[in-house]
């Protein structure tokens, strides 16, 4: 069969696997500035970004041979990465559940939101703040609230130990210091 009468798929299949999976029963917790930052994202995309494309498509369209034109099979693609990104977050932001861990200031229990200094056994020191799976960037010591580290460090106090599983074998943390961002006051 010739390639010119295959089909191309939009890709819908690949929402639901590039959704990172939440147990069964659970919400899906996000800090305020986190859902911020996800629905700025959304408003971009459809206000702006989709619009500029939609717009590229059009007039390259309009330059009539379709299969060889650069603009309108490069746009088609940038839409269709548009329109599944909308509908991922369009998803994720109607099941968030925003949680300020502001709310834990001055605890010293970990919860979500916490930043948490711990010690493994090795004696190395390690800060890590627990935040929701949408939001995350593990380069600036963020860590998922349903990730094996964030699981074993919730609910525990300072002065704690836990224990960890990891890839190495069974480690147990120390828990030095748990801080909370400071409430916001109202002017």
Known sequence: MSKAFTKETDGDDDDELSLPPLPAGTKNY?????????????????????????????????????????DYLYGKKRLRE????????????????????????????????????????AGVERTITIKGIDEVDNLQGEVSWISPIGRALLKSRVGDEVQLMTPGGLERLEILAVQYPAPETAH
């Not at 971009?44 to 939609?54: A, C, G, M, S, W």
Request: proline share 4%; charged share 25%; net charge negative.
């Open 30 to 70: 996000i800090t305020p500035q986190g859902y911020q930052r996800l629905r700025a994202e959304l408003l971009h995309l459809i206000d702006t970004e989709r619009p500029k494309i939609v717009e590229i498509v059009h007039w390259a369209a309009s330059n009539g041979d379709r299969s060889e034109n650069g």
């Open 82 to 121: 548009i329109d599944r990104r909308i509908r991922f977050l369009t998803k994720r932001l109607d099941i968030a559940e925003v949680a300020d861990p502001s709310l834990h200031h001055g605890n010293d229990q970990v919860f979500f939101g916490a930043t948490v200094t711990y010690e493994n056994q």
